[in-house]
């Protein structure tokens, strides 16, 4: 166990994260019908809007808004539909956060107008690799980049979790979407490492990138890592519905800081903040 490198990341509007002292809780805020983690999942932009000040009331340091589920088996959702959900949600949200936005899209478009009514980030599951174009999108605006591991689509994701090395191929493959990245002009200092818990991953294969994670260092970016509440928990609480997985998630996110991870993806605000802050003073004791 060590310290996690030091990191000024830029994101849109001249705003920077530091990151590494202290371990970041960023918010999830879903605008979509079928949440799988949620017991009342919605569109509705007041309901949104709720969600995110709550958050950040608790201490959030990010808010990322998605209106488009990718649990496994989703199916895309069309870009109209997608702007629909978000837009309105997000220009509440804007006017109000004093916290940095992230919108998690894999499209351009989505992204475009996301940037123009508030959002400083971009979440990217698909490591850049399912539109081309979104890359560009950043780079123009100077936002920051989040770049996640992930394999097919979430519609058929589960059938690509096939792995050799499981820790070396996430590595490579996420120096690819690096690679992706710097072709199309996004700043290396504005990208973000995410290396994709549940997705295109048998539990056992996110069991072992939470153990392993220290050693996505050598790509010399921040990393993110998004536990909460997702099914690979089952393999150690067994069949607990998503609603009660929130202790398996502290685990995790344990495991996720001891191993050097800088920001934390959540639904449970205040209980993640207490068990990152923990593990933060657990991990500077070790130095």
């Given amino acids: ?28 805020v879903n605008i979509t019908p079928d949440s799988f983690a949620e017991s009342l999942p919605s569109t509705d932009p007041v309901r949104a809007l709720d969600l995110a000040q709550a958050a950040e009331a608790q201490g959030a340091a990010l808010l990322d808004l998605g209106a488009e589920s990718t649990r496994p088996g989703s199916e895309d959702v069309p870009v109209d539909e997608e702007l629909l959900r978000l837009l309105p949600a997000l220009r509440q949200v804007a006017a109000r956060a004093r916290i940095p936005i992230s919108v998690d899209t894999r499209k351009a478009a989505v992204a475009r107008a996301a940037i123009d009514a508030g959002a400083t980030i971009v979440n990217d599951v698909s490591g850049l690799g399912y539109d081309p174009a979104l890359g560009e999108v950043v780079a123009r605006a100077g936002a920051g980049l989040v770049l996640m591991h992930t394999r097919g689509t979430p519609r058929d994701m589960y059938g690509e979790a096939v792995y050799r090395d499981t820790l070396s191929e996430v590595r490579d493959e996420l120096a690819a979407a690096l690679a992706r ?106 130095r």
Avoid: C, N
């Fill in 1 to 28: 166990m060590s310290a996690p490198t030091t990191y000024s990341v830029p994101i849109g509007g001249g705003g920077r994260l530091q990151l590494g002292d202290r371990t970041l809780v960023m918010a999830i």
């Fill in 181 to 286: 990245a710097d072709r199309a002009g996004v700043e290396r200092d504005a990208v973000i490492l995410d290396p994709g818990i549940g997705f295109a991953k048998r539990p056992e294969h996110s069991l072992e990138v939470l153990a392993r994670l220290g050693e996505l260092g050598v790509l010399g970016r921040p990393l993110l890592v998004g536990p909460s509440r997702k099914s690979f928990l089952r393999a150690g609480l067994g069949q607990v519905p998503p609603l009660e997985r929130d202790w398996g998630t502290a685990a995790a996110v344990t495991a996720a800081v001891l191993g050097g991870a800088h920001i934390v993806r959540v639904h449970a605000v205040a209980e993640m903040l207490q068990v990152a802050r923990v593990a933060d003073e657990i991990r500077r004791a070790a």
